[in-house]
């Protein structure tokens, strides 16, 4: 489909979701109103060609996901500055934020990948666009009696810290924690016994992030987190740490 403007792409989306049963009662004017309205406070486009407009209804009682494509795209105030051609949206309840966010990880780690985006981009019709869409985004709520572990994520590179928090807010609802630390170094360059090993003050930060996931997903997040940070074979900045739980209840907001 080929689009004139960021305006004439929401009112397509609207137009789109509206077809879903889920929002009967909801008109495509409504929708694409919550949807520039989103956009006004900043952009959702997440660089790559690939953008994710969403927004919250009052007394939704599921999600509504779907996917538009511009072939030719579409300025959309990316952070790269490159044109948009996939313009995946969200609409759902405004009580369920834990969810919103998942979806939203979810769809963001998913089209990092430069081969998804090309077989979404080039896909020949509606059907088969749901069918991939289904294939790349593992979305579905996990059953509660998956067994779980809690997962430990210590980084010092600062840029490995923001696709690492996506990788497992993509796989939790909530249950996702971040601490700020300091390296042990910031206390032994100040023992004599170590003064020598550091020629100046050591305030190296380092980030905690704290997950308890389902146990099938572990591997998966681990092998994600080793193709971000690996380098020369080896991780750089970045501690991972599983452990099995014993038991586990509740839950935490993001």
């Not at 538009?68 to 790269?80: I, K, L, N």
């Not at 985004?137 to 430990?152: K, N, T, W």
């Not at 810290?161 to 700020?180: M, W, Y």
Request: glycine share 6%; with cysteine; proline share 3%.
């Amino acid at each position: 489909m080929q689009f004139d403007s960021a305006d004439a792409v929401l009112d397509t989306v609207a137009k789109t979701a509206v077809r879903s049963k889920l929002l009967k009662g909801v008109t495509a004017s409504e929708i694409k109103r919550l949807l520039a309205d989103r956009e006004q406070l900043i952009s959702t486009a997440v660089g790559s060609r690939v953008a994710i407009p969403h927004c919250f209804i009052e007394g939704l009682e599921s999600f509504v996901v779907g996917l538009v494509t511009a072939p030719e795209g579409v300025e959309f105030s990316a952070p790269d500055g490159e044109p948009v051609e996939l313009f995946f949206f969200i609409i759902g309840p405004k009580q369920k934020r834990n969810q919103h966010v998942k979806l939203l990880s979810e769809i963001s780690r998913a089209v990092r990948e430069q081969s998804t985006r090309d077989a979404l981009r080039d896909a020949g019709d509606e059907q088969q666009l749901a069918s991939l869409v289904r294939r790349f985004l593992s979305i579905e709520a996990a059953p509660s009696e998956q067994e779980r572990c809690i997962v430990h994520v210590f980084i010092q590179d600062e840029q490995l810290f923001e696709p690492i928090l996506e990788e497992l807010s993509a796989r939790v609802e909530g249950d996702v924690a971040v601490q700020e630390l300091r390296s042990a170094g910031s206390y032994l360059h100040r023992m004599p016994l170590f003064a020598a090993m550091w020629s100046e003050q050591v305030e190296q930060a380092v980030k905690l992030i704290v997950a308890v996931v389902d146990k099938r997903f572990v591997n998966e997040i681990a092998r994600r987190i080793h193709q971000s940070a690996e380098s020369d074979g080896t991780l750089r900045g970045v501690l991972i740490a599983v452990h099995d739980l014993v038991y586990s209840a509740g839950g935490i907001d993001f």
